[in-house]
């Protein structure tokens, strides 16, 4: 066992173990404290890939803007959910199921490809820098990253035409 | 193998994660908790991303700027859906997606 | 004396060599010496609150015309003690929980907030060759661990399951999203002239310019502006706005102790953060021969010098509302980071690559100066219509206020 491993193990554990309680706590505030759990666990993952940045936008968009959106939501909307009620619907067994079903058959995919990575190479020590070319270049993604900034300022525009009180 | 690290392993971990998250779609009551869901199954994504990323091709970048995209849209569906539930929550008083059914007619 | 030249690398080095003698295998040597350099790097924002609380509160009791602590019973002499003695009495204070706080969330509110606060040490250079861990993402990292206060800063007003600490607690989050719009807009500033995350090359890029205070004036007005709010300090202060909302989120606990301590270190790691960014951090002349003086002479100056500047605003303006600051940051602040970057870039790129420090700074600031001169009345303008608008509102409506009387 490697240190690395090990905390391959760490942080898997926390991140699959804190989803469960998301989908499974009754109150929806502590649903959203343990995705925010959830997300620093895959944030480690991304140390361990070697990743920094995208940890680092894991943590900021993620924990700082979506979980604390959805907080707001919840505390906004808390008196409207009866707490005696179960958190579930009544398909939930069905969902279970089928989820579990597929779960199955993903590992069983996985772990029968050959996966031609015996030795991956070196991590370049300008990525970050690369990446940021990469996102500007017409080459690159430069169209796609146009359309994110569209959608994002439509996104912006609509959020507050919906959700304004009239 | 990165650091002893199998790829299998973060497919795994990103299959689980996807599973638990789509159970949470499927299964929860309140919208709120389905958006949560998909939070966690555009993670499952990422994850998978990101190691092919490392493991197939760490000199490119696709599979980061893939990752930081899926950001984007994450942030945007977030925002867009929670904008809704407010909506919803102001003309029907509910967040729950059962009782949600005045299109049925 | 050569020993002393170096202190910090000199005593770190032969840290390991001890270890090395003992006959531990490396990997333990490696082990040990991250975990104690860890364990020293935390104690430090954990253990300068003591003197730099005496400090703020001679400060503050300057500002109202008074002594402030001085030699007493249990304050010692010149007060010395007075700190030290609030602690012991913070720590064994009685500690309640609320009958219906939601326990787990209670009590690991504050422990997230401390954590927060001491997490930002980490990649914060300290002096030539002195830092935690030279991240490539540096300033990133304690842009996204922003994020974790933010959430602390939830738990701690839900989990006190009280009105006042859960308004607090939303009022405070809004402001502290709404500044983190100019916060990264205006590192991103930085970032960009400099080309990289690390916080040790944005010191040293700044050998290429002047300091970037001078050099990008705006940048550094509104990297301060925006972090006032992060330790609560007016004129962003509504965190913690005891007049109105009580104590703010943490209301409900007996034992605040650790919140004060987290907004304490916040403060000083904001300001050595500005330091670093815009005065330089530890370079400062001599460092090449002494490098021991970057860190307690250079970077200690320039640190409470920020320091004081956040403690004079903070003791002598009076707060704003929390729709007022909105306002600020979302109306004012974040167009100007918006365009400041804009104009940078241009500056930037205009430049002939060979060109010196001085070329650049003057470049810069030429193109600060401009935007000043454009952006400013153009957005005084806007809010003097905005003003007008409510003004007429307001007019609108008070006669019908007034029949209601």
Same mark, same amino acid.
């Given at each position: 066992?490697?240190?690395?491993?090990?905390?391959?193990?760490?942080?898997?554990?926390?991140?699959?173990?804190?989803?469960?309680?998301?989908?499974?706590?009754?109150?929806?505030?502590?649903?959203?404290?343990?995705?925010?759990?959830?997300?620093?666990?895959?944030?480690?993952?991304?140390?361990?890939?070697?990743?920094?940045?995208?940890?680092?936008?894991?943590?900021?968009?993620?924990?700082?803007?979506?979980?604390?959106?959805?907080?707001?939501?919840?505390?906004?909307?808390?008196?409207?959910?009866?707490? *005696?009620?179960?958190?579930?619907?009544?398909?939930?067994?069905?969902?279970?199921?089928?989820?579990?079903?597929?779960?199955?058959?993903?590992?069983?995919?996985?772990?029968?490809?050959?996966?031609? *990575?015996?030795?991956?190479?070196?991590?370049?020590?300008?990525?970050?820098?690369?990446?940021?070319?990469?996102?500007?270049?017409?080459?690159?993604?430069?169209?796609?990253?146009?359309?994110?900034?569209?959608?994002?300022?439509?996104?912006?525009?609509?959020?507050? *035409?919906?959700?304004?009180?009239? | 193998?990165?650091?002893?690290?199998?790829?299998?392993?973060?497919?795994?971990?990103?299959?689980?994660?996807?599973?638990?998250?789509?159970?949470?779609?499927?299964?929860?009551?309140?919208?709120?908790?389905?958006?949560?869901?998909?939070?966690?199954?555009?993670?499952?994504?990422?994850?998978?991303?990101?190691?092919?990323?490392?493991?197939?091709?760490?000199?490119?970048?696709?599979?980061?700027?893939?990752?930081?995209?899926?950001?984007?849209?994450?942030?945007?569906?977030?925002?867009?859906?929670?904008?809704?539930?407010?909506?919803?929550?102001?003309?029907?008083?509910?967040?729950?997606?059962?009782?949600?059914?005045?299109?049925?007619? | 004396?050569?020993?002393?030249?170096?202190?910090?690398?000199?005593?770190?080095?032969?840290?390991?060599?001890?270890?090395?003698?003992?006959?531990?295998?490396?990997?333990?040597?490696?082990? !040990?010496?991250?975990?104690?350099?860890?364990?020293?790097?935390?104690?430090?924002?954990?253990?300068?609150?003591?003197?730099? !609380?005496?400090?703020?509160?001679?400060?503050?009791?300057?500002?109202?015309?008074?002594?402030? #602590?001085?030699?007493?019973?249990?304050?010692?002499?010149?007060?010395?003690?007075?700190?030290?003695?609030?602690?012991?009495?913070?720590?064994?204070?009685?500690?309640?929980?609320?009958?219906?706080?939601?326990?787990?969330?209670?009590?690991?509110?504050?422990?997230?907030?401390?954590?927060?606060?001491?997490?930002?040490?980490?990649?914060?250079?300290?002096?030539?060759?002195?830092?935690?861990?030279?991240?490539?993402?540096?300033?990133?990292?304690?842009?996204? =661990?922003?994020?974790?206060?933010?959430?602390?800063?939830?738990?701690?007003?839900?989990?006190?399951?009280?009105?006042?600490?859960?308004?607090?607690?939303?009022?405070?989050?809004?402001?502290?999203?709404?500044?983190?719009?100019?916060?990264?807009?205006?590192?991103?500033?930085?970032?960009?002239?400099?080309?990289?995350?690390?916080?040790?090359?944005?010191?040293?890029?700044?050998?290429?310019?002047?300091?970037?205070?001078?050099?990008?004036?705006?940048?550094?007005?509104?990297?301060?502006?925006?972090?006032?709010?992060?330790?609560?300090?007016?004129?962003?202060?509504?965190?913690?706005?005891?007049?109105?909302?009580?104590?703010?989120?943490?209301?409900?606990?007996?034992?605040?102790?650790?919140?004060?301590?987290?907004?304490?270190?916040?403060?000083?790691?904001?300001?050595?953060?500005?330091?670093?960014?815009?005065? $330089?951090?530890?370079?400062?002349?001599?460092?090449?021969?002494?490098?021991?003086?970057?860190?307690?002479?250079?970077?200690?100056?320039?640190?409470?010098?920020?320091?004081?500047?956040?403690?004079?605003?903070?003791?002598?303006?009076?707060?704003?509302?929390?729709?007022?600051?909105?306002?600020?940051?979302?109306?004012?602040?974040?167009?100007?980071?918006?365009?400041?970057?804009?104009? =940078?870039?241009?500056?930037?790129?205009? =430049?002939?690559?060979?060109? $010196?420090?001085?070329?650049?700074?003057?470049?810069? #600031?030429?193109?600060?100066?401009?935007?000043? #001169?454009?952006?400013?009345?153009?957005?005084?303008?806007?809010?003097?219509?905005?003003?007008?608008?409510?003004?007429?509102?307001?007019?609108?409506?008070?006669?019908?206020?007034?029949?209601?009387?």
């Amino acid at each position: 066992m490697t240190l690395q491993q090990i905390l391959f193990l760490i942080f898997s554990a926390i991140t699959l173990i804190a989803a469960l309680m998301v989908v499974t706590r009754r109150n929806l505030c502590h649903a959203a404290l343990f995705m925010v759990l959830s997300f620093f666990g895959v944030a480690g993952l991304y140390v361990l890939l070697e990743a920094p940045f995208l940890a680092g936008v894991q943590v900021f968009i993620y924990v700082g803007g979506i979980s604390t959106l959805i907080i707001f939501a919840i505390v906004l909307t808390r008196d409207v959910v009866d707490p *005696t009620l179960p958190p579930h619907n009544r398909q939930w067994i069905a969902g279970a199921l089928v989820m579990a079903l597929l779960c199955s058959v993903l590992i069983w995919t996985v772990l029968g490809y050959q996966w031609t *990575t015996t030795t991956p190479g070196q991590v370049p020590a300008d990525s970050i820098a690369r990446l940021g070319t990469i996102l500007v270049d017409p080459e690159g993604f430069l169209l796609p990253f146009e359309v994110t900034s569209v959608l994002l300022f439509a996104v912006l525009i609509g959020a507050i *035409t919906i959700a304004r009180e009239r | 193998m990165v650091y002893g690290i199998p790829l299998e392993w973060y497919l795994i971990v990103a299959a689980a994660l996807f599973c638990i998250g789509g159970y949470g779609v499927l299964a929860r009551r309140s919208a709120v908790a389905t958006l949560m869901g998909v939070e966690l199954m555009l993670n499952a994504i990422n994850i998978n991303l990101v190691a092919f990323w490392r493991y197939l091709e760490p000199p490119g970048t696709t599979g980061q700027a893939f990752a930081l995209f899926v950001y984007a849209v994450a942030a945007a569906e977030a925002a867009v859906g929670l904008a809704l539930i407010i909506a919803v929550w102001r003309t029907h008083n509910t967040v729950v997606l059962k009782d949600l059914d005045m299109l049925q007619g | 004396m050569e020993f002393l030249k170096d202190l910090i690398i000199n005593i770190g080095q032969w840290f390991v060599a001890l270890l090395a003698d003992a006959g531990l295998p490396d990997i333990w040597v490696q082990v !040990i010496t991250l975990g104690v350099g860890a364990f020293t790097l935390a104690l430090v924002p954990l253990a300068t609150p003591f003197l730099l !609380i005496l400090y703020e509160r001679k400060v503050v009791a300057r500002i109202a015309d008074r002594l402030g #602590l001085n030699n007493s019973a249990y304050g010692g002499p010149y007060g010395l003690l007075q700190v030290p003695d609030d602690a012991i009495k913070m720590f064994t204070k009685e500690d309640s929980v609320p009958a219906t706080a939601d326990r787990w969330v209670f009590n690991s509110a504050p422990v997230v907030c401390v954590t927060v606060a001491v997490l930002i040490w980490g990649v914060i250079p300290l002096g030539p060759g002195v830092i935690g861990s030279d991240l490539s993402i540096g300033i990133f990292y304690i842009l996204s =661990l922003g994020a974790g206060s933010v959430v602390a800063v939830l738990m701690a007003g839900w989990g006190s399951n009280n009105e006042y600490s859960l308004a607090a607690a939303l009022c405070g989050v809004a402001t502290l999203i709404s500044r983190e719009i100019p916060l990264v807009l205006s590192v991103m500033a930085v970032v960009m002239v400099v080309g990289s995350f690390s916080m040790p090359d944005i010191i040293a890029a700044q050998d290429q310019y002047a300091w970037f205070l001078f050099a990008m004036p705006w940048t550094a007005l509104i990297f301060l502006a925006s972090i006032l709010s992060e330790p609560g300090r007016r004129p962003f202060e509504t965190v913690k706005a005891d007049s109105e909302v009580v104590a703010g989120y943490f209301t409900a606990y007996s034992k605040f102790g650790m919140f004060y301590l987290a907004e304490f270190m916040n403060q000083l790691a904001m300001s050595i953060l500005f330091a670093t960014l815009f005065l $330089g951090g530890w370079r400062g002349p001599f460092v090449e021969q002494i490098p021991i003086l970057g860190t307690v002479l250079w970077l200690a100056i320039k640190t409470l010098f920020v320091m004081s500047v956040i403690q004079l605003l903070h003791y002598s303006l009076p707060r704003l509302r929390t729709d007022q600051i909105l306002a600020v940051t979302w109306k004012f602040l974040t167009p100007l980071a918006l365009v400041n970057i804009c104009v =940078l870039a241009l500056a930037g790129k205009t =430049l002939p690559p060979n060109a $010196g420090p001085w070329t650049r700074t003057l470049a810069f #600031l030429a193109a600060n100066i401009g935007m000043t #001169l454009v952006v400013l009345p153009i957005l005084a303008a806007r809010d003097r219509a905005a003003r007008r608008r409510q003004e007429q509102i307001r007019r609108a409506a008070q006669p019908s206020s007034r029949k209601h009387k």
